[in-house]
């Protein structure tokens, strides 16, 4: 994967996990809609004052933009499951899970129970 294609990648997954459409992005950075569509596409490639403009507008550090993040560290870190933990033997796992899986149960059944309000 070339360093433009991550930027791209990494660009529409952060705007569109900030909600923005290309031409709510275009407005807040005062670029062109057309312009940010284009990038998008690959036709363009912005300045570092453009690019710095784009990371401010979604609110996040520059150089994220250019992180290289490969499809199963993102799907591990969607899962919620920390790398520390799934390198745990599947036993110590799976009973870890139990043990948080029931004491979470407790908590919302606390939670519900009329003697604490």
Avoid: W
Avoid at 16 to 33: A, I, P, T, V, Y
Wanted: proline content about 4%; aromatic content about 8%; charged content about 30%.
């Amino acid at each position: 994967m070339t360093l433009q294609q991550i930027f791209i990648a990494n660009l529409k997954r952060i705007r569109n996990e900030r909600g923005f459409s290309q031409m709510q992005l275009s407005e807040k950075c005062d670029m062109n809609c057309n312009y940010i569509g284009q990038i998008e596409m690959g036709r363009r490639i912005p300045s570092f004052e453009k690019i710095e403009k784009i990371a401010l507008a979604l609110e996040t550090p520059s150089h994220i933009l250019f992180a290289y993040e490969s499809a199963e560290s993102r799907v591990r870190e969607e899962s919620g499951t920390p790398d520390y933990l799934r390198r745990l033997p599947k036993d110590a796992r799976k009973e870890i899970i139990t043990r948080l899986s029931a004491a979470i149960s407790r908590d919302i059944k606390d939670s519900f129970d009329p003697e604490n309000y």
